[in-house]
């Protein structure tokens, strides 16, 4: 089992920054893939970005790329989404997810993901 807490999520200004940070238990997270999904309201849940379990390729969606940067720390169990530029369609919780050693690492659907945090919302004002 594998259990993810989601926390730095806050109200900023366009162009502003947040961090993301993700704690996840068990000993078994430096084997797993992780990921951010977010969901704005009255809009469907989607990905944000992934990152391999060694830390070493990450891959982004397409409306975050450049601005978005996920990272992670197998020692202490933590993985964090730095948000730079950000805009007011960013706007949405943030859900930190995990998923078991598959036969591919880039993994864009929910279903992809067996593990799901409670959230943390980002709301970016104009």
């Known amino acids: 089992q594998v259990q993810l807490v989601e926390s730095g999520g806050g109200l900023v200004?366009?162009?502003?920054?947040?961090?993301?940070?993700?704690?996840?238990?068990?000993?078994?997270f430096r084997t797993?893939?992780?990921?951010?999904?977010?969901?704005?309201?009255?809009?469907e849940r989607e990905f944000v970005a992934a990152i391999r379990w060694s830390g070493d390729s990450t891959y982004y969606a397409d409306s975050v790329k450049g601005r978005f940067t996920i990272?992670?720390?197998?020692?202490?169990?933590?993985?964090?989404?730095?948000?730079?530029?950000l805009k007011p369609e960013d706007t949405a919780v943030y859900y930190c997810v995990a998923s078991p050693p598959r036969n591919?690492?880039?993994?864009?659907?929910?279903?992809?993901?067996?593990?799901?945090?409670?959230?943390?919302?980002?709301?970016?004002s104009s």
């Open 13 to 28: 200004q366009a162009g502003g920054s947040l961090r993301l940070s993700c704690a996840a238990s068990g000993r078994i």
């Open 32 to 43: 797993y893939a992780m990921g951010w999904f977010r969901q704005a309201p009255g809009k």
């Open 71 to 85: 990272s992670r720390e197998n020692g202490k169990n933590t993985v964090w989404l730095q948000m730079n530029s």
């Open 104 to 124: 591919r690492w880039v993994l864009t659907s929910q279903s992809d993901y067996d593990y799901w945090g409670q959230g943390t919302q980002v709301t970016v």
